[in-house]
């Protein structure tokens, strides 16, 4: 089927030291929950999140509205990625947030938005960093790298 076949090609094209061929997702509730601190201080104060400032850079030029449309979401999913850790990562990491965070609109965005374009890309980064033992702007490079395959080898 076609899944089989694209998860073939891109185990064919996993370098092994760019980013993990497995993830634990019975770990990764317990990780971004031990990342609190740091998301709590994005939450606070994102003005120093690439992602936040990448989003807010779309809000002003195509409005609220525009920058959430069907077209621009998926854009932005080019940029604020959670890579390697897949459509069943994010889902996952989605859900930690809800429990850590209180569901109301934050510096100018809705939740759910904030949730999507900043904490959980900020959350990937975090944990790559940790995966790896890379620097932030290498763990964002990986995260970019690898969200195909994150994308084939974990769908929701």
Same mark, same amino acid.
């Not at 089989?4 to 073939?8: A, D, K, L, Y």
């Given at each position: 089927c076609m899944r089989?076949?694209?998860?073939?090609k891109l185990k064919h094209c996993l370098p092994e030291d760019r980013w993990p061929a497995y993830v634990d997702f019975?770990?990764?509730?317990?990780?971004?929950?031990?990342?609190?601190?740091?998301?709590?201080?994005?939450?606070?104060?994102?003005?120093h999140s690439h992602f936040y400032m990448a989003t807010m850079q779309q809000v002003r030029s195509l409005g609220l509205e525009g920058a959430?449309?069907?077209?621009?979401?998926?854009d932005s999913s080019k940029v604020s990625t959670v890579g390697y850790f897949g459509e069943k990562g994010a889902f996952i990491m989605f859900s930690v947030m809800q429990s850590l965070f209180p569901n109301v609109p934050i510096h100018g965005l809705r939740f759910v938005d904030?949730?999507?374009? $900043?904490?959980l890309?900020? /959350?990937?980064?975090? !944990?790559?960093?940790?995966?790896?033992? $890379?620097s932030r702007?290498? /763990?964002?490079?990986? !995260?970019l790298a690898s969200?195909?395959?994150?994308?084939?080898?974990?769908?929701?």
């Open positions: 089989h076949r694209t998860e073939s019975t770990m990764l509730k317990p990780r971004i929950e031990a990342c609190v601190n740091q998301l709590r201080e994005i939450w606070l104060d994102p003005q959430f449309n069907g077209k621009n979401d998926f904030f949730v999507r374009r $900043v904490l890309p900020e /959350a990937a980064v975090l !944990l790559t960093q940790d995966d790896l033992t $890379v702007e290498k /763990a964002i490079e990986i !995260l969200r195909e395959y994150g994308v084939s080898m974990y769908p929701e």
